[in-house]
């Protein structure tokens, strides 16, 4: 999916408006460690967004407990939200989540999810930025 208006920064812009961990997730593809983030335990009601662009990614309304530390969603707020690509990095073999929007690193996707997707989209907190409804 190519959005139709899709963010382009420089890393030096993306450093001024990210902290120092949002940067090295989300731009530079790290990983936060495991029930250090601020929404893998987060229960409200709402809407996940992307940190660096602000786009829609994730609802409240498909999160759960996936026993990872990382906050858990059996799906996207909507197909075209969320773009995958393979990741050959540290030995294995993964599907990597980003923003369709600006292209942010938000995670991985699993086939181990509940239904009814049977997927496990695990996302870092430092990616996300949530909007209570």
């Not at 990210?18 to 460690?33: D, H, I, M, S």
């Not at 990741?87 to 086939?111: K, S, W, Y």
Request: glycine share 10%; with cysteine; net charge negative.
């Amino acid at each position: 999916m190519t959005p139709s208006n899709p963010v382009e920064r420089s890393a030096e812009e993306w450093k001024q408006s990210l902290t120092p961990e949002q940067f090295q997730v989300a731009r530079c593809g790290g990983t936060e460690r495991a029930f250090t983030g601020a929404y893998w335990n987060n229960k409200a009601t709402g809407m996940y967004h992307c940190v660096c662009c602000g786009a829609p990614l994730f609802s409240s309304d498909t999160k759960f407990d996936s026993g990872t530390g990382w906050p858990s969603f059996w799906d996207g707020v909507n197909s075209e939200a969320i773009t995958i690509k393979e990741d050959l990095t540290h030995g294995m073999v993964r599907t990597e989540i980003n923003c369709a929007q600006c292209d942010a690193h938000l995670g991985h996707v699993f086939p181990d999810g509940p239904a009814p997707t049977g997927q496990r989209y695990c996302v870092n907190s430092a990616s996300l930025d949530f909007k209570a409804s």
